[in-house]
């Protein structure tokens, strides 16, 4: 079975730009989290839905970050518009049933803004 | 909210070693206890996990882990290390509020 599939999994581009992560998550999970990964903070939650609606955002770290789930197969992650300190790693995940299952975790997008 | 500590950043051991990366949680009723490993450039893959039943629990990789309610622990072993178990690993706690959180890490080195 496919997993969660992310792209693109390199990004580089220059600062002021907009950027846009994408994700496909497992077929039949009904939750999709979106992380950052830094070496200074680790794995941050930025923003998770479950059924397509937005849950919990509170990660989002300021108003140049938006996500959108359009449907149950696609998601977006944008950054407009995108500053150094976005550079990281951008990690989709996705969850079936209750918070006692695991997370299924993309690749990952590695992001960097110059 | 559930917190969760991985107090080794850095571990080294020979190939053929035992292993055991420590895990400390945080929690008011019986978390959902998680490890995950990350290989360079990849996502973070699930080794296993605990929520309930036997609190020796087994997973892929030749790896297990102990949940100890009494020390608030979930270490994750291993009798034998190879040289491909190099990676990161991640404990991870969630609760019933969706909200899963994320030790910082143990980066482990396999030595020849």
């Known amino acids: 079975d496919a997993g969660v599939i992310q792209s693109p999994r390199h990004e580089v581009t220059e600062m002021g730009q907009e950027v846009t992560l994408r994700c496909k998550p497992i077929s039949g999970h009904d939750y999709l989290f979106w992380y950052r990964q830094t070496m200074m903070r680790g794995l941050e939650l930025l923003i998770y839905f479950n059924n397509n609606v937005p849950i919990d955002d509170s990660g989002m770290p300021e108003d140049r970050f938006s996500a959108k789930m359009p449907n149950a197969s696609f998601s977006t992650l944008k950054i407009q518009p995108s500053e150094p300190r976005d550079s990281a790693v951008y990690f989709c995940?996705?969850?079936?049933?209750?918070?006692?299952?695991?997370?299924?975790f993309g690749d990952g997008t590695r992001l960097s803004i110059l | 909210a559930q917190s969760v500590t991985q107090p080794d950043i850095h571990i080294t051991v020979s190939e053929g070693a035992s292993l055991e990366l420590r895990c400390n949680y945080s929690y008011g009723a019986t978390p959902y206890l998680f490890w995950y490993v990350q290989s360079p450039g990849q996502g973070l893959q699930l080794l296993l996990k605990y929520f309930s039943g036997d609190t020796l629990v087994q997973g892929i990789k030749g790896f297990e882990a102990e949940f100890k309610r009494s020390q608030s622990s979930f270490n994750l072993r291993k009798p034998s290390v190879h040289w491909s178990d190099a990676a990161e690993y991640f404990c991870?706690?969630?609760?019933?509020?969706?909200?899963?959180?994320f030790g910082a890490g143990t980066r482990l080195t396999v030595k020849p």
């Open positions: 995940a996705s969850r079936s049933g209750y918070s006692n299952q695991p997370q299924h």
């Open positions: 991870a706690v969630g609760a019933g509020n969706n909200d899963m959180r």
